[in-house]
């Protein structure tokens, strides 16, 4: 065999148990991962030294109008300790995921899926912080309680000479509070504790959504979707909790919210083979195989999903009710309705709606 044959990938035909459902060895995980694990360090790094860099813009700021009136009250709020600390956000968005993932793994059981699931959290998580550090550093803003850190060095009705219209705007050279504390405090756009929060509990809504088929294709029980759901509460309400101890502005929140989603769903597609799909989205993909979406014959991973109801997670050959099979026809007298490729053992039998609908009793329209 060439080496140009070596370096092919295999088709989406071995896509099955003997190459899916083997654990490989330290060292082969290590030989495949060892890429991603490198650059998760250096972007950590790289995020930490921006973390603590001093803001890179000059920011001008309003204080008082001439007759003595603060300017931006929004901006006099007092400091007050964080409901959520940021250190307990990034804790609870990286942590509560994992522990979940490996809850799911009692009927699961696939070594990819859990590498595939955490490694995605920790994109979502890294690439989302080094996001928002690099905005902090180069944008920043004024947080709700910038005056109270400041302390400016002004008698009420400015006598000290500013800049700008009515001579009313001045920077930091004001400021008399604790240099780290005004660092902090001209970084407030976007909020980090936001950031992280949807990052990590968005990724995990969308695994949980994946393994119990909440919009797939049959009726799942009600409690799927709360569950579904009960992640994205989780970042909202860590979002909102800076609302009240006015640690951000509304935009510092939003912004936040939008890139943990973005980075959320980018990490969640890189890892599996879909995100909306409701045949795919399930499947762990691998970097020794190809898949094609549709192709069938991905049978190492067609129970690699909580659910078990309405012909999911058993060992068949892919998805039931797979939308690229040929439906059969209905025999119209009560018979089965049937996959159009029986061999892969994909379909799902359910009884035909009779013609005369005045006949049909409510156990037969189930």
């Given at each position: 065999m060439s080496s140009k044959e070596r370096r092919q990938p295999k088709s989406s035909a071995s896509y099955g148990d003997d190459v899916l459902n083997k654990r490989p060895s330290f060292g082969q995980w290590i030989k495949v991962t060892w890429p991603d694990i490198l650059t998760m360090i250096v972007m950590g790094v790289l995020g930490l030294g921006i973390y603590e860099a001093p803001p890179a813009p000059s920011r001008s700021f309003p204080v008082y109008f001439p007759d003595g009136q603060v300017v931006f009250p929004d901006f006099a709020y007092p400091l007050r300790h964080e409901i959520v600390p940021i250190w307990a956000a990034a804790m609870l968005a990286s942590l509560v995921p994992i522990?979940?993932?490996?809850?799911?793994?009692?009927?699961?059981?696939?070594?990819?899926?859990?590498?595939?699931a955490i490694l995605g959290l920790l994109y979502s998580l890294i690439t989302a912080a080094v996001f928002q550090v690099f905005l902090k550093w180069l944008i920043g803003g004024l947080r709700p309680h910038f005056l109270e850190v400041?302390?400016?060095?002004?008698?009420?009705?400015?006598?000290?000479?500013?800049?700008?219209?009515?001579?009313?705007?001045?920077?930091?050279?004001?400021?008399?509070?604790?240099?780290?504390?005004?660092?902090?405090?001209?970084?407030?756009?976007?909020?980090?504790?936001?950031?992280?929060?949807?990052?990590?509990f968005v990724f995990l809504s969308l695994y949980l959504n994946a393994k119990l088929?909440?919009?797939?294709?049959?009726?799942?029980?009600?409690?799927?979707?709360?569950?579904?759901?009960?992640?994205?509460?989780?970042?909202?309400?860590?979002?909102?909790?800076?609302?009240?101890?006015?640690?951000?502005?509304?935009?510092?929140?939003?912004?936040?919210?939008?890139?943990?989603?973005?980075?959320?769903?980018?990490?969640?597609?890189?890892?599996?083979?879909?995100?909306?799909?409701?045949?795919?989205?399930?499947?762990?993909?691998?970097?020794?195989?190809?898949?094609?979406?549709?192709?069938?014959?991905?049978d190492g991973f067609s129970d690699a999903m909580w659910t078990r109801q309405a012909g999911w997670g058993g060992r068949q050959g892919g998805p039931p009710t797979d939308g690229a099979q040929e439906a059969s026809a209905m025999d119209g007298s009560g018979g089965r309705v049937s996959s159009g490729r029986e061999n892969e053992g994909q379909g799902i039998t359910r009884k035909a709606v009779p013609t005369n609908q005045r006949n049909v009793r409510a156990d037969e329209m189930v």
């Amino acid at each position: 065999m060439s080496s140009k044959e070596r370096r092919q990938p295999k088709s989406s035909a071995s896509y099955g148990d003997d190459v899916l459902n083997k654990r490989p060895s330290f060292g082969q995980w290590i030989k495949v991962t060892w890429p991603d694990i490198l650059t998760m360090i250096v972007m950590g790094v790289l995020g930490l030294g921006i973390y603590e860099a001093p803001p890179a813009p000059s920011r001008s700021f309003p204080v008082y109008f001439p007759d003595g009136q603060v300017v931006f009250p929004d901006f006099a709020y007092p400091l007050r300790h964080e409901i959520v600390p940021i250190w307990a956000a990034a804790m609870l968005a990286s942590l509560v995921p994992i522990v979940v993932i490996l809850l799911m793994q009692f009927r699961i059981r696939s070594f990819w899926d859990i590498n595939n699931a955490i490694l995605g959290l920790l994109y979502s998580l890294i690439t989302a912080a080094v996001f928002q550090v690099f905005l902090k550093w180069l944008i920043g803003g004024l947080r709700p309680h910038f005056l109270e850190v400041c302390k400016p060095d002004l008698p009420i009705g400015g006598t000290q000479t500013g800049n700008g219209f009515a001579n009313i705007m001045y920077d930091r050279s004001i400021c008399t509070g604790d240099k780290d504390t005004i660092d902090d405090s001209l970084e407030s756009f976007p909020s980090g504790h936001t950031t992280a929060a949807f990052a990590g509990f968005v990724f995990l809504s969308l695994y949980l959504n994946a393994k119990l088929k909440v919009w797939s294709n049959y009726h799942p029980a009600y409690w799927k979707l709360i569950v579904t759901y009960m992640p994205i509460l989780a970042a909202v309400l860590i979002g909102g909790s800076l609302s009240i101890d006015e640690y951000h502005n509304w935009w510092d929140i939003l912004a936040g919210a939008v890139i943990g989603t973005v980075m959320a769903f980018s990490a969640y597609r890189m890892v599996y083979a879909s995100v909306w799909d409701f045949r795919f989205n399930h499947i762990p993909l691998v970097r020794h195989v190809t898949f094609t979406h549709g192709g069938g014959g991905f049978d190492g991973f067609s129970d690699a999903m909580w659910t078990r109801q309405a012909g999911w997670g058993g060992r068949q050959g892919g998805p039931p009710t797979d939308g690229a099979q040929e439906a059969s026809a209905m025999d119209g007298s009560g018979g089965r309705v049937s996959s159009g490729r029986e061999n892969e053992g994909q379909g799902i039998t359910r009884k035909a709606v009779p013609t005369n609908q005045r006949n049909v009793r409510a156990d037969e329209m189930v």
